[in-house]
């Protein structure tokens, strides 16, 4: 079992694999990514490394993806998010970008 922990933390996945490790969309994690940040209240992309000269080289840790998303901003009540993110929901933000 600790031969496989330890296969587990050299592992290194693409962008797609990490958006999928994530549950989160790829293109709305790459759109991100290239931003350098998450959501409206602006949380920092997670770290990666690159391998090789362009984009295609980007590749991420799985220990690196889990401490970024344990340390990502929850919220318990969704008035406490709305407060700390301007006050408006998805929906409105949408609309005005139309």
């Known amino acids: 079992m600790a031969t496989e922990e330890k296969k587990n933390n050299k592992q290194l996945l693409t962008t797609e694999e990490a958006a999928n490790y994530l549950g989160i ?15 409206l209240d602006k949380y920092p992309a997670p770290a990666f490394v690159n391998i090789g000269n ?3 080289g980007i590749r991420y840790r799985p220990v690196v993806l889990d401490k970024w998303l344990e340390d ?14 301007g006050g408006q929901s998805m929906s409105k ?5 139309q």
Do not use: D, H, L, V
Not at 72 to 85: D, G, N, R, V
């Open 93 to 97: 933000i949408k609309r005005s970008k």
């Open 54 to 56: 362009s984009e295609k």
């Open 72 to 85: 990502y901003p929850s919220y318990t009540i969704p008035a406490q998010f709305f407060k700390q993110t």
């Open 25 to 39: 969309e790829y293109t709305y994690f790459r759109k991100c990514r290239n931003k350098g940040y998450f959501g």
